[in-house]
């Protein structure tokens, strides 16, 4: 039984919505195979820690303690309410019905079913946007019922709503920025106290809320039986069984939602949760102080605001930033608080929450009969096996094979269709458009371009069939809670080890499967080391290059620039774990939710989502850097003689001696004549000229530096410029070009290709991780970082290679 969390700030307070409060019994289940972290049972629900943090929490065997909190209920308000009395509670109709149409936010604990029931509600639209920042994804959906228009916005999933974790500011700052009319509170019904805790939070607020008492089938398996109307009727909040899964209980739940719009349910009323008699009155005090100021935003009610103050809320200090009595609001609030800590002999924190759990226990004492039944049995029958200390791995690797073999070998098939329509589309507009820069554009800039980007949609649909399995089977934790030992290490989280997997394949995929990770910081670092991981397009420069250079190391060169892309994420997530993120801030309580069975419908919704997000981008961002990377190559026309003059100087000052190797290299130089000269002296080609004094250390020559160039757009270009600069209509007369003229030594090569692995991602990478960070900010040190850090490998193996 826990006596008394240590620590303080984020760690303390994500503790305890997680339900780690004094008085809780909590159980440890299982041993990750690593030995941390450990999987605990609490409230009915299965979480992991890590040992370093399990330690903070003081327990007493069981037996030894007895619950020390009893006696909390809440307070109903009537009219005799201070607050309702000075205008308060007249929130509630204070937004009149202009209009047919609701607001309604979906807010719930994370796999609550919220995004299930979005789907249900938001089934038949057709306009489901996709916003995205910087951890959090809020989507909107909309539908028409009984005349009304309702829009739905799917919120991310928190366990409270504190200044704690990005969502949680993020939920609350749409709650006070957008108003929404009605508020939609997910809850799982079979594990109702941990969750009701957000439910408290929201009762704080005074807003029109409903609660769908949602997997209400988990409920009725486990043999409980829950008398939802009496306890709406005590938290003044109704409630209405769903599952979200069949669809049932969507009406009533509409219909709920219309009566609050409407002021008409009954359920629905203004209640305080009392927090104990010194609390109170310190809110009492500060309210009185604060309740005249014109300042004070309405949205929320005065006794929040004084609850926020007292707690030191720091997001509440923005909200309230523009109070000009904040300052003196904020002393008085500390004082106030400095006076309830003495008098209780607890922190803020923890009297708030044991009083929110004593209110759910009073709560839910008299309107919950437990059945025998428990709903995790079944789940820790697979975890038993699926996280197991010899399965675990083996189970782990087998399914990640399979997901990369589904995706790069099965995916493989539906690639080569779509390289062949595209080379058929290629070759039928070169022989329709007229010879000119528009036929050049189209035909060499972008269905080229594009059509190497768009190759890649059914492997990122296939990985996303397996994501969206797995994160909603509940797989995904188990993953993490194998993997986190290792990843911790690196300075990264446990969840971080499938993108970074997911990056050997293509790293636009893998950055936005780091949704999955909710610490911000680490969700940031994974998305900044991800680059490193070498892509599928890179591949082929190093066969070439690796073949041309090492015939009969190639393998071992292979394997090698893998692991030193590993090594160098791992060395950077380092890096930024010292410098940037210091520490995470938010423990790694990470629940384990019980397994369930995907649905059709979300995996193929996901699924869609991806592949639409995907082609967006391709037609956007990738259409444009294609179109200025052909102009670039493609401008200024050259003139003719001055070519040819070009051309003969060029190969004159390559070749050596030997005749016949003059007379190759004429005939390769004469075959791919009028692109050789276009890339010469266009301005890609003076660009690379430019740049030459940088590549010069590495070894490479200017045509080196126009080959890095080219591959901005998709590193898979690098190859295809290589065979247009040094001639060569297949891969075995390329090779030997690159011999015979490139000016490429083994050293060069080496360094050459190790550029290749890690400077400047290809513009979809760089995208995404603007779109995925919410900021240039990211995606600029992204650019120039890894620029950076290129260079100088690739300058440090030139050097090591001329030891040899
Ligand atoms: P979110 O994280 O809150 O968006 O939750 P999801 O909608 O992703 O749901 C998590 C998992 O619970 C999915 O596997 C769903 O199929 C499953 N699920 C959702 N609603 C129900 C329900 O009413 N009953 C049962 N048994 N499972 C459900
Ligand atoms: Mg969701």
Same mark, same amino acid.
């Given at each position: 039984?826990?006596?008394?969390?240590?620590?303080?700030?984020?760690?303390?307070?994500?503790?305890?919505?997680?339900?780690?409060?004094?008085?809780?019994?909590?159980?440890?289940?299982?041993?990750?195979?690593?030995?941390?972290?450990?999987?605990?049972?609490?409230?009915?629900?299965?979480?992991?820690?890590?040992?370093?943090?399990?330690?903070?929490?003081? &327990?007493?065997?069981?037996?030894?303690?007895?619950?020390?909190?009893?006696?909390?209920?809440?307070?109903?308000?009537?009219?005799?309410?201070?607050?309702?009395?000075?205008?308060?509670?007249?929130?509630?109709?204070?937004?009149?019905?202009?209009?047919?149409?609701?607001?309604?936010?979906?807010?719930?604990?994370?796999?609550?079913?919220?995004? /299930?029931?979005?789907?249900?509600?938001?089934? /038949?639209?057709?306009?489901?946007?996709?916003?995205?920042?910087?951890?959090?994804?809020?989507?909107?959906?909309?539908?028409?019922?009984?005349?009304?228009?309702?829009?739905?916005?799917?919120?991310?999933?928190?366990?409270?709503?504190?200044?704690?974790?990005?969502?949680?500011?993020?939920?609350?700052?749409?709650?006070?920025?957008?108003?929404?009319?009605?508020?939609?509170?997910?809850?799982?019904?079979?594990?109702?106290?941990?969750?009701?805790?957000?439910?408290?939070?929201?009762?704080?607020?005074?807003?029109?809320?409903?609660?769908?008492?949602?997997?209400?089938?988990?409920?009725?398996?486990?043999?409980?039986?829950?008398?939802?109307?009496?306890?709406?009727?005590?938290?003044?909040?109704?409630?209405? +069984?769903?599952?979200?899964?069949?669809?049932?209980?969507?009406?009533?739940?509409?219909?709920?939602?219309?009566?609050?719009?409407?002021?008409?349910?009954?359920?629905?009323?203004? &209640?305080?949760?009392?927090?104990?008699?010194?609390?109170?009155?310190?809110?009492?005090?500060?309210?009185?102080?604060?309740?005249?100021?014109?300042?004070?935003?309405?949205?929320?009610?005065?006794?929040?605001?004084?609850?926020?103050?007292?707690?030191?809320?720091?997001?509440?200090?923005?909200?309230?930033?523009?109070?000009?009595?904040?300052?003196?609001?904020?002393?008085?609030?500390?004082? #106030?608080?400095?006076?309830?800590?003495?008098?209780?002999?607890?922190?803020?924190?923890?009297?708030?929450?044991?009083?929110?759990?004593?209110?759910?226990?009073?709560?839910?004492?008299?309107?919950?009969?437990?059945?025998?039944?428990?709903?995790?049995?079944?789940?820790?029958?697979?975890?038993?096996?699926?996280?197991?200390?010899?399965?675990?791995?083996?189970?782990?690797?087998?399914?990640?094979?399979?997901?990369?073999?589904?995706?790069?070998?099965?995916?493989?098939?539906?690639?080569?269709?779509?390289?062949?329509?595209?080379?058929?589309?290629?070759?039928?507009?070169?022989?329709?458009?007229?010879?000119?820069?528009?036929?050049? #554009?189209?035909?060499?800039?972008?269905?080229?371009?594009?059509?190497?980007?768009? &190759?890649?949609?059914?492997?990122?649909?296939?990985?996303?069939?397996?994501?969206?399995?797995?994160?909603?089977?509940?797989?995904?934790?188990?993953?993490?809670?194998?993997?986190?030992?290792?990843?911790?290490?690196?300075?990264?989280?446990?969840?971080?080890?499938?993108?970074?997997?997911?990056?050997?394949?293509?790293?636009?995929?893998?950055?936005?499967?780091?949704?999955?990770?909710?610490?911000?910081?680490?969700?940031?670092?994974?998305?900044? &080391?991800?680059?490193?991981?070498?892509? /599928?397009?890179?591949?082929?420069?190093?066969?070439?290059?690796?073949?041309?250079?090492?015939?009969?190391?190639?393998?071992?060169?292979?394997?090698?620039?893998?692991?030193?892309?590993?090594?160098?994420?791992?060395?950077?997530?380092?890096?930024?774990?010292?410098?940037?993120?210091?520490?995470?801030?938010?423990?790694?309580?990470?629940?384990?939710?019980?397994?369930?069975?995907?649905?059709?419908?979300?995996?193929?919704?996901?699924?869609?989502?991806?592949?639409?997000?995907?082609?967006?981008?391709?037609?956007?961002?990738?259409?444009?850097?294609?179109?200025?990377?052909?102009?670039?190559?493609?401008?200024?026309?050259?003139?003719?003689?001055?070519?040819?003059?070009?051309?003969?100087?060029?190969?004159?000052?390559?070749?050596?001696?030997?005749?016949?190797?003059?007379?190759?290299?004429?005939?390769?130089?004469?075959?791919?004549?009028?692109?050789?000269?276009?890339?010469?002296?266009?301005?890609?080609?003076?660009?690379?000229?430019?740049?030459?004094?940088?590549?010069? +250390?590495?070894?490479?020559?200017?045509?080196?530096?126009?080959?890095?160039?080219?591959?901005?757009?998709?590193?898979?270009?690098?190859?295809?410029?290589?065979?247009?600069?040094?001639?060569?209509?297949?891969?075995?007369?390329?090779?030997?070009?690159?011999?015979?003229? /490139?000016?490429?030594?083994?050293?060069?090569?080496?360094?050459?290709?190790?550029?290749?692995? #890690?400077?400047?991602?290809?513009?979809?990478?760089?995208?995404?991780?603007?779109?995925?960070?919410?900021?240039?900010?990211?995606?600029?040190?992204?650019?120039?970082?890894?620029?950076?850090?290129?260079?100088?490998?690739?300058?440090?193996?030139?050097?090591?290679?001329?030891?040899?």
């Amino acid at each position: 039984m826990i006596v008394r969390v240590a620590g303080h700030g984020g760690f303390r307070k994500r503790i305890m919505e997680m339900g780690f409060v004094r008085g809780v019994e909590v159980r440890s289940v299982q041993d990750s195979p690593m030995h941390d972290p450990v999987k605990y049972s609490i409230m009915g629900y299965d979480v992991s820690l890590r040992r370093s943090e399990a330690e903070m929490i003081e &327990v007493l065997p069981h037996g030894e303690a007895n619950r020390p909190l009893e006696g909390v209920g809440g307070t109903v308000c009537n009219s005799a309410c201070e607050a309702c009395a000075l205008g308060d509670c007249s929130l509630r109709g204070r937004k009149a019905l202009k209009k047919n149409e609701i607001n309604v936010a979906l807010v719930g604990n994370p796999n609550s079913g919220k995004t /299930s029931l979005f789907n249900i509600l938001s089934g /038949s639209s057709e306009h489901v946007g996709n916003y995205s920042g910087v951890t959090v994804d809020a989507k909107l959906g909309r539908l028409t019922y009984r005349g009304y228009r309702i829009n739905i916005t799917d919120l991310p999933g928190t366990y409270s709503l504190s200044a704690y974790t990005p969502e949680e500011v993020y939920v609350r700052r749409h709650l006070y920025e957008a108003m929404p009319d009605v508020i939609l509170n997910t809850v799982v019904a079979s594990n109702l106290e941990r969750n009701l805790y957000l439910t408290t939070e929201l009762i704080d607020l005074n807003q029109r809320t409903v609660v769908a008492l949602n997997m209400f089938d988990e409920l009725q398996q486990s043999g409980s039986s829950l008398d939802y109307d009496s306890l709406g009727r005590m938290i003044g909040i109704p409630m209405v +069984p769903t599952i979200a899964k069949s669809g049932y209980g969507i009406e009533p739940l509409l219909d709920t939602i219309i009566e609050l719009f409407e002021g008409r349910n009954t359920a629905s009323r203004h &209640v305080h949760i009392n927090y104990g008699s010194a609390m109170e009155e310190a809110i009492r005090r500060l309210s009185e102080e604060i309740r005249p100021s014109a300042d004070l935003p309405r949205q929320f009610p005065v006794r929040y605001w004084a609850l926020k103050l007292i707690e030191g809320d720091r997001e509440v200090h923005k909200l309230l930033s523009n109070c000009g009595d904040l300052q003196s609001w904020e002393a008085l609030a500390s004082r #106030l608080s400095q006076r309830v800590t003495a008098e209780v002999g607890s922190d803020i924190e923890s009297l708030l929450g044991d009083y929110k759990y004593g209110f759910i226990d009073g709560a839910l004492e008299e309107t919950l009969k437990e059945g025998g039944h428990d709903v995790n049995r079944r789940s820790r029958r697979i975890d038993r096996l699926v996280a197991n200390k010899w399965l675990g791995f083996p189970l782990f690797i087998l399914i990640m094979w399979a997901m990369f073999w589904a995706t790069f070998t099965l995916g493989g098939y539906p690639q080569e269709w779509i390289e062949l329509a595209f080379g058929w589309l290629g070759e039928t507009l070169w022989a329709l458009l007229p010879e000119g820069a528009l036929r050049d #554009l189209v035909v060499n800039g972008i269905v080229s371009g594009v059509g190497s980007v768009a &190759v890649f949609l059914p492997n990122i649909l296939i990985l996303y069939l397996f994501i969206s399995l797995m994160e909603d089977s509940g797989y995904m934790a188990r993953a993490a809670f194998i993997m986190d030992k290792l990843m911790h290490r690196m300075g990264l989280h446990g969840k971080s080890f499938i993108p970074l997997l997911m990056g050997f394949g293509c790293n636009v995929p893998a950055i936005m499967a780091t949704r999955t990770i909710e610490s911000r910081s680490s969700r940031l670092i994974t998305i900044l &080391v991800t680059p490193f991981m070498s892509c /599928s397009a890179r591949l082929p420069v190093y066969l070439l290059l690796a073949g041309t250079f090492f015939p009969r190391h190639a393998a071992t060169v292979l394997i090698g620039l893998y692991l030193l892309g590993i090594l160098v994420a791992f060395l950077t997530a380092h890096l930024l774990r010292k410098t940037k993120f210091k520490k995470d801030e938010t423990p790694f309580v990470m629940e384990l939710p019980p397994y369930r069975m995907p649905t059709l419908r979300a995996t193929v919704k996901h699924m869609w989502e991806k592949c639409s997000e995907y082609l967006r981008k391709i037609g956007t961002t990738i259409l444009l850097a294609t179109v200025v990377i052909w102009a670039l190559s493609y401008y200024p026309r050259p003139k003719e003689e001055v070519a040819v003059e070009n051309i003969v100087a060029q190969t004159e000052s390559v070749v050596t001696a030997e005749p016949e190797e003059v007379a190759l290299a004429h005939s390769a130089a004469a075959a791919t004549q009028t692109e050789y000269v276009r890339h010469a002296e266009s301005y890609i080609g003076h660009i690379g000229r430019f740049i030459e004094p940088v590549m010069k +250390p590495l070894g490479l020559d200017w045509r080196a530096g126009v080959a890095l160039l080219t591959s901005i757009p998709a590193k898979e270009l690098v190859v295809s410029t290589m065979a247009v600069l040094y001639g060569g209509d297949d891969i075995a007369s390329l090779s030997k070009n690159i011999v015979n003229h /490139s000016g490429l030594t083994p050293r060069s090569a080496i360094a050459f290709m190790i550029f290749i692995l #890690l400077f400047f991602p290809c513009i979809g990478t760089l995208a995404t991780i603007r779109s995925e960070t919410g900021s240039n900010r990211w995606m600029w040190f992204t650019a120039l970082y890894n620029t950076a850090v290129a260079w100088l490998l690739a300058w440090f193996a030139f050097l090591l290679g001329g030891l040899f």
